[in-house]
Each structure stands twice: as C-alpha cells, then as structure tokens.
C-alpha cells in the first residue's frame, strides 16, 4: 500500500475506472470472460490468488498483466515518478522474490494486486519512507511482512461490501490477510494515506500507526501495522471471497518446460 517516487496514496485516486470499454460484449467475448447483464459485471466470477514466481505461460501472462495495472494506476493516473517500460511499472523490490496478492477476473484479467515482502528484508518503509517510522527504523521480526503496490481497477462494477467499499477492495483484504495466516505472518506494516486508513478503519481492520501523519507531495501520509488474524480475516471477507492459496500451481511438467516467452518480460 505503499511506492516508489511518489506519496504513498495507494488507493483514494486509484478507486475509479480506468479506462472506457465502448461495446461491453464484444470486448469480452474477444477476452474469454464472462458477462452478467444483471449486475453489469465483467465476470461473475473473481478469485484470489497468490504468485510468485512464473511457473508458466499463465503465471506469465498474470505478472505482466498486474505490471501493467500498476503502470495505469501509478503512472498514469496518478502521475508518480516510477519506472514504466513497455506500459508496466516495476522497481527494485519486484527483484527481491516478492509474493503478488492478485485478484483475478476470468482467466488473465488482474483487477487488484498487492505486493508482500518479509519485513525483515529490505522495505520500502525503511528505504523510501522512514520520516514515517516514528523511530526512524521498522523493528521488524519473523512474523512481520510489508506490503507495497496496493491498487485496484473499479472499471468492473461489482457489487459494494459493507460500508460502500468495493468488492475487490474487501477481496483484497480478505486475501492479504489468508495468506499471511497460512505462512504464520501476523502482522502487516505498510505506508498509506490517511483516508485509506479510514477506509480500514470502516472495513473493520483498523491500522495502528507507526509515526505520525507526514506531508508527502501535498498527501498526508502515515505508516502503520495491521493484524493479520482469523477475526481480521472475519470481518473483512466478503460474501463472494475465494481463492486458492490450498492449490498447489507448480507441477513438475511446468518445471521441465518453462514457457517459451519468459524472456520477453522481466518477471
């Protein structure tokens, strides 16, 4: 929920659409996704799920989709000073081996992502915000994790979780958090700003602040740390929240036969 070269304000300007799709129908039909004229919906069906590492022609094709949503949302919308090659935006810590929470739409379509570090490695909290940290460092431990790159594409109009806030957005959490139980993280630290700490706030997982709010490029930005626990997870998953952290998406086949355009992307 934080960045690179710019005020840490992952979501308030992000929450709107992206771009404008003339012939509903036909756009996906060409794309394989599903349309639900009922509730104006992309796909009826969205899940959540965890990558690494490409695996595969899919795993590769996911990346470099979540890539490119960065790079319409920081880039482009918001205007940040980060680094966009080819119509994706990348930086030093997608180098480190993060783990990619994604919200998936159809097949290949990201519609929300967020990258997770252990907090015990190099973060962007100590590296690019530590006027935020109250103490100046994050005093992290094992069971600490970061997240960074916190966006989400409104350009699918799903339905409103609890408090008006987006689905995706309430998806998002919900997968954050699953994946932090089941790898025993039990806290996220992360920079913000202060209207989306009170858009946790309202879906029941308040941060706890780090420092105290600080201007960054005229946004009033602070760090702090969630609870990554069964209650949080409660609260903040939506009706319509799945995912597949329990599938195993390597097998030894991907692993004898790597996709053959791996080197056409820097994943």
Not at 28 to 56: D, E, N, R
Not at 183 to 209: C, K, N, Q
């Amino acid at each position: 929920m934080n960045h690179r070269g710019g005020s840490p304000t992952e979501m308030a300007k992000s929450l709107e659409p992206r771009i404008a799709v003339p012939n509903l129908g036909l756009f996906l039909a060409s794309t394989g996704m599903q349309f639900c004229p009922t509730a104006y919906q992309w796909s009826c069906h969205m899940k959540v799920i965890a990558l690494g590492k490409a695996m595969s022609c899919e795993d590769v094709l996911l990346l470099n989709d979540m890539h490119r949503l960065r790079s319409e949302i920081f880039g482009s919308r918001l205007s940040w000073n980060v680094r966009v090659r080819d119509g994706r935006e990348y930086d030093e810590f997608d180098d480190l081996q993060p783990t990619y929470i994604m919200t998936v739409a159809g097949s290949t379509r990201v519609v929300g992502c967020a990258r997770l570090l252990p907090a015990i490695g190099p973060t962007m909290l100590e590296r690019t915000f530590p006027r935020l940290l109250a103490s100046g460092t994050l005093n992290a431990h094992p069971a600490m994790v970061e997240s960074s790159r916190f966006c989400v594409d409104t350009t699918l109009r799903e339905r409103r979780g609890e408090g008006s806030l987006h689905d995706i957005t309430l998806m998002m959490f919900a997968g954050i958090i699953e994946w932090c139980l089941l790898h025993r993280y039990r806290e996220i630290a992360t920079a913000t700003d202060v209207r989306f700490e009170r858009l946790l706030a309202r879906a029941g997982w308040p941060m706890s602040r780090l420092g105290e709010p600080k201007m960054i490029n005229e946004t009033n930005s602070v760090a702090g740390l969630l609870a990554a626990t069964q209650t949080s997870f409660d609260r903040v998953r939506s009706p319509s929240y799945r995912s597949d952290f329990h599938l195993s998406k390597v097998t030894a086949a991907q692993e004898s036969a790597p996709c053959p355009i791996y080197s056409h992307f820097p994943v």
